[in-house]
């Protein structure tokens, strides 16, 4: 099955900075709208960051200014970047994208990666 692959994950001290990329393992519809989940131990996935195929972006308040989203309509690729980093960042990382066609949603995620900041 078609899905999204991350990479760029790992440990990082605070205040350091990481980024992650995400591509289509296979050949996907296109992507109207890609994006950045978390989820740490114990906690509910939440939003990190989208963007939408206009390159509109859209973050959580806990990472504006900090962490900047960019997709590649054409590829299908998004990535994350990642500064100032904090303990509370740290999560598996999932990507995801929604495409939609003849007026099915379809959507894409990612196994995860890991991201750890610690000292």
């Known amino acids: 099955q078609v899905q999204l692959v991350e990479s760029g994950g790992g440990l990082v001290q605070p205040g350091g900075s990481l980024r992650l990329s995400c591509a289509p393992s296979?050949?996907?519809?296109?992507?109207?709208?890609m994006g950045w989940y978390r989820q740490a131990q114990g906690k509910q996935r939440e939003l990190v960051a989208t963007?939408?195929?206009?390159?509109?972006?859209n973050y959580a308040d806990s990472v504006k200014g900090r962490f900047t989203i960019s997709g590649n309509n054409a590829k299908n690729t998004v990535s994350l970047q990642m500064n100032s980093l904090k303990p509370e960042d740290a999560a598996v990382y999932y990507c995801?994208?929604?495409?939609?066609?003849?007026?099915?949603?379809?959507?894409?995620w990612g196994q995860g990666t890991q991201v750890t900041v610690s000292s």
């Open positions: 963007v939408n195929s206009g390159g509109r972006p």
């Open positions: 995801n994208g929604v495409a939609l066609n003849m007026g099915v949603r379809y959507d894409y």
């Open positions: 296979g050949s996907i519809f296109s992507l109207y709208i």
